[in-house]
């Protein structure tokens, strides 16, 4: 007698029927209406305390191994199972701008912002500016900016070109400090239009530091757009869009892997080859000036 009642309680306690997922309460004899988030279409209450839900997983803590997926969104059929509980990439600067949450996409205003990247220009003590590619084109700076890097940046946003430039040096990691010059251009028997400081020390030949300054001469510029000058890619621009091309210029021997790498290499390369990327960029930003991309 005693063993079937041992028996009798084992079917009670351990063989007893199972709680169904979506009535939590009834293990106490009641019924409710239970709302969810899903209006019923998944399960999300488990009666078993080691089934714990990890987004579209449900994982099993005492055996350590993934129980079952859930059914995925139709809205995002787009996003495969075994991806829609993990991010896509890391944040490469989420330690660097520790004071925006990294679910705030454009500085928590997208309808005003747009943020491809997330990486920097700096400004003269070389603290990183923050740079945003408004869907108009335009660009907003931070309030760190100087008045020379705000000039130069929003030159090249007037063009695709130029914009992409932006982007190149945002994802560089050398920072970029522009400076305009309206009087001290070099002379020389070349007019130039701008430069940029060299990735090698050209003395000890050991790599700069990883900050560059690229400097603007708005003196030559206004020769080269007025027609004064040999190369005539510049001539009939404004002010404005010549700066933007020639930053968009500099910025390839700036922040260009394979061009400070030619320019790096021995032996010396001729002008000729140093220039021929930098060169093909400013004249592809005068013809979206002179086509209207916008």
Known sequence: MRYLYAFSLLLALGLGRPVHAQQPFERYGVKVKVATLSNGRFQEFFTNDSLRRIGSVVYDTRLRRVAYLLPPDSLVGHAKPDITSRWMSPDPLAEKFMYISPYAYGNNNPVRYMDPDGREIIDTKGNPVSVHINKNGS???????????????????????????????????????????????????????????????????????????????????????????????????????????VASHESVHGVDKQQIALETSKPTPTETVREKKPDAVESQVANDIRKGRR
């Open 139 to 245: 660009v907003t700076l931070g309030s760190n900016a100087t008045a020379d890097t705000r000039r130069v940046v929003k030159a090249m946003a007037m063009t695709p070109t130029g914009r992409a430039r932006i982007d190149a040096i945002n994802k560089s990691d050398i920072g970029i400090i522009f400076y305009v010059n309206d009087k001290e251009a070099p002379t020389g028997k070349k007019i130039v239009l701008g430069s940029t400081t060299p990735p090698r020390d050209p003395n000890s030949g050991i790599e700069g530091k990883e900050q560059k300054a690229i400097s603007i001469y708005t003196d030559n510029i206004e020769k080269a757009t007025a027609g004064e000058t040999k190369d005539k890619t510049l001539k009939g621009l404004t002010m404005e869009q010549a700066i933007g091309a």
